[in-house]
């Protein structure tokens, strides 16, 4: 009798599916998939398969970018989980936040859109239609040196935090809209939105400073969506993937405390040989609640289904979103 991993492998092979699963993902996703990598990763791997069927362990915006990029391709997904922090604007809340800056005085082509990739396509759409781009955090910094030379003011959507963080590396004015004052706003060179990850937010300067009190030598390493504080006070920050590589590379004996989600940082501490030097930078359990939500059985029914000829949960996108999608991240790929 097959167990269900051996099935899922079997629908695999009969579908000429690709798997692919963001590092969030549980560790027996992580395990079955052939592909696992942060989102810059994933979206490109996916996307330039030769395989027509693109089975995505994630969340939404990342299946999503998967279509955008590569529309022909069927994308289906074992949970339509949300990203919290891409539940957070819309393409009405992008409009509403274009004229609010207009009723401040500063114009359109004043203005230059950059979206995280952690955005709905509609989004994402809208930032192309205003020949903005996206980016991801692993490409953040590049592409905001490129937004930075077209001297505009840059609209840094959804993540308030990764705005921020870029924008002080730069030493650039930034404020965030709803937060900041209309004179902050105006004088500002980078306005933020106010979305947030509320799993990053879990780390704290207090986290820090406990471990920095118990070990003196600990490494401090975060995730860019972390509050701006934190990000200061840390020793590195940077995605998923460069996160993995950064642990990877330090000295066996390290001690080096994470702050990003906890099957990332819980694997990191599998894979690293000495699992008494890898801590979780919080007291809290930082999981991802959307993330978790994908199970070995969702995985098997979604393919099950698929081959059945019931396909549910494929990812679909409107085509005059695609079009505009698809530039804002083409863009992106042509810089990074
Ligand atoms: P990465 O692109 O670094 O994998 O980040 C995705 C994400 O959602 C982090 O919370
Ligand atoms: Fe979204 Fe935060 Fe989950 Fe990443 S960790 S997918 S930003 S809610």
């Known amino acids: 009798m097959l167990d269900l991993k051996d099935k899922i492998k079997s629908l695999k092979k009969d579908l000429n599916a690709l798997i692919v699963a963001h590092y969030y993902q549980r560790d027996e996703i992580v395990e079955l998939a052939d592909f696992c990598g942060d989102s810059l990763e994933l979206a490109k791997r996916a996307s330039s398969a030769d395989n027509e069927l693109i089975v995505f362990c994630g969340?939404?915006?990342?299946?999503?970018?998967?279509?955008?990029?590569?529309?022909?391709k069927r994308v289906i997904m074992p949970r339509l989980a949300c990203c919290s922090m891409a539940r957070m604007i819309d393409s009405s809340y992008f409009d509403k936040s274009i004229a609010k800056l207009e009723s401040l005085g500063i114009e359109q082509s004043e203005i230059f859109p950059m979206t995280y990739i952690n955005s709905n396509a509609d989004v994402k759409a809208k930032v192309g239609k205003m020949n903005g781009v996206v980016c991801t955090s692993s490409n953040a910094a590049k592409i905001f040196d490129?937004?930075?030379?077209l001297n505009k003011k840059i609209f840094f959507m959804p993540d308030r935090c990764l705005g921020v963080n870029l924008a002080n590396k730069n030493h650039k004015k930034s404020s965030i809209l709803g937060l900041s004052s209309d004179k902050t706003i105006k004088e500002s060179e980078v306005i933020c939105y106010d979305g947030f990850c509320s799993i990053h937010q879990l780390f704290s300067v207090s986290d820090i400073e406990f471990y920095r009190e118990k070990y003196s030598d600990i490494i401090i390493v975060v995730h860019p969506e972390c509050d701006p504080k934190v990000v200061d006070k840390a020793d590195f920050s940077g995605s998923t993937s460069q996160i993995i590589s950064f642990v990877a590379n330090l000295p066996e004996n390290a001690k080096v405390?994470?702050?990003?989600?906890?099957?990332?940082?819980?694997?990191?501490?599998?894979?690293?040989g000495n699992k008494e030097n890898i801590f979780v930078l919080s007291s809290t359990k930082p999981e991802c609640p959307t993330m978790n939500e994908t199970s070995l059985e969702d995985l098997y029914n979604v393919m099950l289904s698929f081959k059945e000829d019931m396909p549910y949960n494929e990812v679909e996108v409107e085509s005059d979103v695609i079009e505009y999608g698809a530039r804002a991240l083409n863009k992106m790929l042509e810089l990074s």
């Open 146 to 149: 490129y937004a930075l030379s």
């Open 59 to 72: 969340v939404s915006f990342m299946g999503q970018s998967v279509k955008l990029l590569s529309p022909k």
């Open 257 to 272: 405390a994470v702050g990003t989600e906890f099957n990332l940082v819980n694997r990191l501490t599998k894979q690293n």
